[in-house]
Each structure stands twice: as C-alpha cells, then as structure tokens.
C-alpha cells in the first residue's frame, strides 16, 4: 500500500464506525497531517492572492501613465510677427481642446481637412472673446483666414492678421483660450524684426505687454514707468519716512538737494544691479536693514550736536539698500527685456521726482516752523526723530518675527 492510501484510508471511514483505542493516536496523527495540509493550502491560497493584488496594483501603476498620455498636455501656441502695416499671426490648439468646446466626438474627426474647415467658423466665434490683442490701448479686429490640420501634432493651425494705421508703441496681449481647463496655458511668441520675446499665459496670468523697440516704443515705456516710479515713493512709507528723517534737520536748497540727490545715486546703482539679476539679496535681509536704516537716522538726528552735517553720506551708504528695496517692486512689473534700460531709467526718474516732490513740501513746512519759533523747531526734530525710530523699530520686529504682518 502506498503512502498516499495510508494516509487517505482511515480518514475516509471517519463517519462510519468508531476507532479501536490502538488506533486512536494514528488516527490523531492522521487528523494532524491533514489539517498541516489544508492549512497549507490557505496558506499558499493567501499568496497567490496577495501576488495577484500586487500585480493588480502594478498593472494599474504601469498602465496610468498610458492613460494620462492619451489626455494630451493642454498648450496653445500664439505668434505674432510685428509689421510696418500689421501684426500677423497663427493660432496652434490641440485638437482635444477644441473638441470639448465644440461638443465633437471623437476629437479625432477634426484631423479630416473637410471637417476642420466646416468647423473653422465655429471655431473664430470660440477665439472671440478669449483672444485680444490691443496697439496703444486701442482694441485690434482680426481678420482669420484660414485653417490647416497639423495631424503629427493632432492640432489646428488658425492665420489672423490685425491691421495698424501706424507702427504702435506697445503691444498687450490678453488670453484665456480655454476657461474649462484650469492648467492650461498659451505660449506667446513676438517676432519683431530678429528679436523675439517670449511669455506663458495661464489663469495666474492672462495678459502681456511688448513695448516695441522704436521710438513709438520708447515713449511708451517712459509713460508706464516714470509715473511708477513716482507712485512707489510715494505710497512706500518705510522709504518715505526715511527721507523725512533725513529732512528734520533742516537745511539750504543745496544741502537738501545732495542729500536727495545721493540717496537716488545709490539706489539706482543697486536697483539697476538687481533688476538684471546681477546682485539680488533676499528679500527677507533687505526690508530689515531699510528698517533699521530708518531708526539710524531717527537716533543720529537726536545725537548730532554742531558736527559736521554727513546726512548726504548716510543718504548714499542707506541708498543701497533702499534700492533692492525698489527692485523687489520693480520685479513684479514685468520689465520689458527689449526696453530694461528705459525702463530702470524712467522708474529712477519717477523716484526721484517724486522725492522732490516730498522733499519740497516737508522742507517748506519745516522752514515756516522755524521761522516763527526756533523753540518749536527743535521740539519738532526731537519729537520727529522718535516717532522716525519707533516706525523703523516696530517695521523692524515685524519684519524679522512677524514677516506675515501683525495688526
């Protein structure tokens, strides 16, 4: 009798009689090896399940990226070509894209010439309130002609073209192709003779600005970022309370005029120097320091006896800092790459105008004072160089633990 009838036999009379006692510890054995063999058997079920749910799990990993590669990556291309007369232009969106916003299915189907072109109409109604391009602030009409399949790029390619009475001064561009898909974004390419400028339009941004390199253009950065400049020291009072802690003392149009006059040198070393990413500390060491440049000041105006008057030279060694100061602003501009050096040279400008502007109504207020009652003139530079070096102390905490703000 074999091994396997040995240990099959007994156990098949299980439920037919009753052991002998002698029997009974084979019996025992016997009813052991059996549940060592079906406890094996749900083991080795357990890992053939297990490997089936990893390979499940894998075949799902290796099969996702396939799945999201069908989904294609959601760009348009915009180029525009500036020309004496007009700017042409073509317009490359994916076929996906257009199909979802003219209801065909499959998208597949705008590959057919015939259909792309029955549908091209369809399509300029789509563009025309999510495409704009203005010349001097004045909106252009454009004209689309036509339509051409691009079947290794599964898009369409649309021409328009916009006519100029004159050769403008600045270009904006303003895009949001397909408002359903939050991720995607236009690729803007401007050819201008040679020179080409690039910019990626997206929900975070929907517009941009070319600033032409002619002398149309020119004027056109000027008028932007000369009144800039004048809004930013105006509206920054950090860098206005510097100035009029530097103004406390008092003084003749020619001494105040150097002091303005070296604050602004040095800032526009520095702000120059950043803006062309040159030199660019992190904000978070530069507002600090203008605070603490602030409270300088506020304490030399209380310490300085009948010495010998340095706030032109405080002026210019604080003015380096201040300019990175500037040049954070200036960064989120925008600068035009075809017209930086106008540009820093317009937003310098418009700063310092407009710290003479500050410099001639505080000074003027601080002359009258003095006139009437020197008394009064020396409460005021006491009392104003405290405030100055509160400010600059509270910026300064703030700045430093509290970078968020505190109210």
């Not at 989904?71 to 076929?95: E, K, M, N």
């Not at 050769?167 to 803007?188: C, E, I, K």
């Not at 409270?295 to 105006?301: C, F, H, Q």
């Not at 002359?367 to 020396?378: D, H, P, Y």
């Amino acid at each position: 009798m074999t091994r396997a009838s040995a240990l099959n036999g007994p156990g098949s009379n299980f439920h037919r009689r009753t052991l002998p006692l002698a029997a009974v510890p084979r019996a025992r054995r016997n009813a052991e090896l059996a549940e060592s063999a079906e406890s094996a058997q749900k083991s080795l079920l357990c890992v053939f399940c297990g490997l089936c749910v990893r390979l499940v799990a894998v075949a799902a990993v290796l099969l996702a990226p396939a799945t999201a590669a069908a989904h294609p990556v959601p760009f348009s291309y915009l180029d525009l070509r500036l020309q004496p007369d007009a700017i042409d232009g073509t317009l490359v969106a994916h076929i996906f894209d257009l199909a979802h916003d003219l209801n065909i299915e499959p998208a597949e189907r705008l590959l057919d010439p015939a259909v792309a072109a029955q549908q091209s109409a369809a399509i300029v109604r789509l563009f025309a309130n999510r495409l704009t391009v203005s010349a001097d602030g004045r909106a252009l009409t454009p004209q689309w002609s036509s339509t051409d399949v691009l079947a290794d790029r599964q898009s369409l390619r649309l021409s328009l073209r916009f006519a100029l009475a004159g050769r403008p001064g600045v270009v904006t561009v303003s895009a949001v192709m397909f408002p359903y898909d939050p991720n995607h974004q236009t690729f803007l390419n401007i050819y201008e003779g040679t020179a080409l400028t690039q910019a990626i339009l997206d929900r975070g941004r929907t517009g941009f600005e070319y600033f032409a390199g002619t002398r149309q253009g020119a004027f056109a950065v000027v008028g932007k970022f000369l009144p800039e400049g004048i809004h930013h020291i105006l509206i920054g009072p950090d860098h206005l309370l510097f100035l009029v802690g530097l103004l406390l003392l008092g003084g003749t149009v020619r001494q105040l005029a150097v002091i303005v006059t070296s604050f602004t040198v040095a800032h526009s070393i520095t702000l120059s120097l950043a803006a062309l990413n040159i030199v660019s500390p992190p904000a978070r060491i530069i507002e600090p320091a203008i605070a603490l440049s602030i409270v300088y000041i506020g304490a030399d105006n209380l310490l300085i006896r009948d010495g010998r008057d340095v706030r032109a030279w405080i002026a210019f060694s604080f003015g380096f800092i201040h300019g990175f100061g500037f040049a954070n602003v200036l960064r989120e501009m925008d600068l035009p790459p075809r017209a930086l050096g106008w540009s820093l040279f317009s937003f310098n400008i418009g700063v310092e105008v407009g710290q003479l502007l500050v410099v001639a109504v505080v000074a003027t207020a601080l002359a009258a004072l003095r006139s009437r009652s020197e008394a009064a003139g020396r409460r005021l530079v006491f009392a104003g160089s405290v405030v100055v070096m509160a400010a600059g102390a509270f910026w300064f905490v703030q700045r430093v633990f509290f970078p968020g703000g505190i109210s």
